[in-house]
């Protein structure tokens, strides 16, 4: 049986799931970039560097630039990418917003957050305390006559629920005012649909229990 090691390590988490394995260099950049823009410190820090890097009329940063950038600055590199190459942090920033290599800092920050989610859902799932857990949220909406459950309706209870929030979007009393803020802003919505697409789903799908936990479990199992 694979180790929860080798399990983490086959965590996927790109737009389309089972097309691609995340690395623990991404889960780890993941992580600690959610950790980072939750705290007042780290938002400000990444916002600056994230604004110093715009050139374009339309404000928005090339996976080049942050690449290139970040690896010049060894300070930042160790802490947010370990001992990624200019091209590895490249590419994990391209993983922020379903492949696209130019964002804005509210793409920026969506991307950074969903794909958190996405990592920590698959975690969850991956156990049988986690798997009790959301098999529990997810009994507790409305379903259609054949038992299946809509993607927004499971996502407007997670917007009402604020220790799911504060469980896998990193929304909870300590997070900064600027993080609060982005959510008061209407991007949770924005996050929650994204961690639907980063797990293979539409948020208009109607789906069964099994149906999400089985396309979930992939990320956690390799499969």
Same mark, same amino acid.
């Given at each position: 049986?694979?180790? =929860?090691?080798?399990?983490?390590?086959?965590?996927?988490?790109?737009?389309?799931?089972?097309?691609?394995?995340?690395?623990?260099? %991404?889960?780890?950049?993941?992580?600690?970039?959610?950790?980072?823009?939750?705290? !007042?410190?780290?938002? /400000?820090?990444?916002?600056?560097?994230?604004? &110093?890097?715009?050139?374009?009329?339309?404000?928005? %940063?090339? &996976?080049? !630039?942050?690449?290139?950038?970040?690896? /010049? =600055?060894?300070?930042?590199?160790?802490?947010?990418?370990?001992? &990624?190459?200019?091209?590895?942090? @490249?590419?994990?920033?391209?993983?922020? !917003?379903?492949?696209?290599?130019?964002?804005?800092?509210?793409?920026? *920050?969506?991307?950074?957050?969903?794909?958190?989610?996405?990592?920590?859902?698959?975690?969850?799932?991956?156990? %049988?305390?986690?798997?009790?857990?959301?098999?529990?949220?997810? $009994?507790?909406?409305?379903?259609?006559?054949?038992?299946?459950?809509?993607?927004? $309706?499971?996502?407007?209870?997670?917007?009402?629920?604020?220790?799911?929030? @504060?469980?896998?979007?990193?929304? $909870?009393?300590?997070? &900064?005012?600027?993080?609060? @803020?982005?959510?008061?802003?209407?991007?949770?919505?924005?996050?929650?649909?994204?961690?639907?697409?980063?797990?293979?789903? =539409?948020?208009?799908?109607? *789906?069964?229990?099994?149906?999400?936990? %089985?396309?979930?479990?992939?990320?956690?199992?390799?499969?």
């Amino acid at each position: 049986a694979a180790s =929860n090691a080798q399990l983490a390590a086959e965590l996927a988490a790109t737009t389309s799931v089972p097309a691609s394995r995340i690395t623990p260099a %991404v889960k780890e950049f993941a992580v600690r970039l959610k950790s980072a823009l939750s705290t !007042e410190d780290g938002w /400000q820090e990444l916002q600056h560097l994230f604004k &110093s890097l715009r050139a374009s009329l339309d404000e928005a %940063v090339s &996976s080049e !630039e942050w690449g290139q950038m970040v690896y /010049q =600055n060894e300070e930042l590199c160790l802490k947010y990418f370990g001992n &990624s190459t200019p091209d590895e942090i @490249a590419e994990q920033f391209t993983r922020l !917003e379903e492949g696209k290599t130019r964002l804005d800092w509210s793409e920026f *920050v969506d991307g950074a957050i969903s794909l958190s989610a996405t990592v920590t859902l698959a975690e969850a799932l991956s156990t %049988v305390e986690g798997e009790a857990e959301l098999r529990s949220i997810f $009994d507790t909406i409305e379903t259609e006559d054949d038992g299946r459950v809509c993607l927004l $309706d499971w996502g407007a209870f997670i917007v009402r629920d604020r220790d799911v929030l @504060a469980r896998f979007f990193g929304l $909870d009393a300590d997070a &900064s005012s600027r993080f609060q @803020a982005f959510f008061m802003a209407g991007r949770v919505d924005t996050w929650i649909i994204k961690t639907f697409h980063r797990l293979g789903f =539409n948020e208009e799908d109607l *789906v069964t229990w099994e149906d999400f936990r %089985v396309g979930s479990c992939g990320l956690a199992t390799g499969d």
